[in-house]
């Protein structure tokens, strides 16, 4: 009862339902954007997937299938929330962003010295290379455990 959550959430429908699951606890606080590894705003993308695969795709005018591309999103990194929200270290990270786990961990790791623990769902089948960037990335978490595409990495 006294953790404090921070939830991300970057497609507007979703992140109203986000809203009412959460409205009854005071200890979460629901943010409606993409983590990113920096700021600013990023693609929002169905894939033709449907609502529960959306991704983020870099805002850098490369050429994309229009009718994937449902419009911008703000971004936000993970240094970002910690500084917005007062937080020192983050005990339980938990991390489900559809591939773009491959530019979050490729991009400025400092903030992975705040964090406890992760659990993620890496993306190789949307964009190869999620998992070694993330491996790479947390090579420092010295206990690992996947099952398929679900990892869990923690600080001894």
């Avoid at 998992?131 to 595409?149: G, I, K, M, N, W």
Wanted: hydrophobic share 40%.
């Amino acid at each position: 009862p006294f953790a404090q959550v921070v939830a991300i959430e970057p497609e507007p429908n979703n992140f109203v339902q986000l809203q009412r699951n959460v409205a009854p606890y005071r200890n979460i606080t629901a943010i409606c954007a993409a983590l990113w590894p920096t700021g600013g705003a990023v693609r929002l993308s169905d894939g033709n997937a449907g609502s529960f695969a959306f991704q983020t795709l870099a805002d850098d005018g490369a050429a994309r299938v229009e009718s994937d591309v449902v419009g911008n999103v703000a971004a936000i990194s993970i240094s970002e929330l910690m500084r917005e929200h007062g937080l020192s270290a983050i005990d339980i990270l938990k991390i489900d962003i559809e591939g773009s786990e491959k530019e979050l961990f490729e991009g400025d790791t400092s903030w992975l010295r705040s964090v406890s623990a992760i659990a993620i769902e890496l993306h190789d089948r949307f964009k190869p290379g999620c998992r070694e960037a993330f491996d790479d990335a947390t090579s420092a978490f010295e206990v690992r455990e996947t099952l398929h595409d679900e990892t869990f990495v923690r600080r001894p």
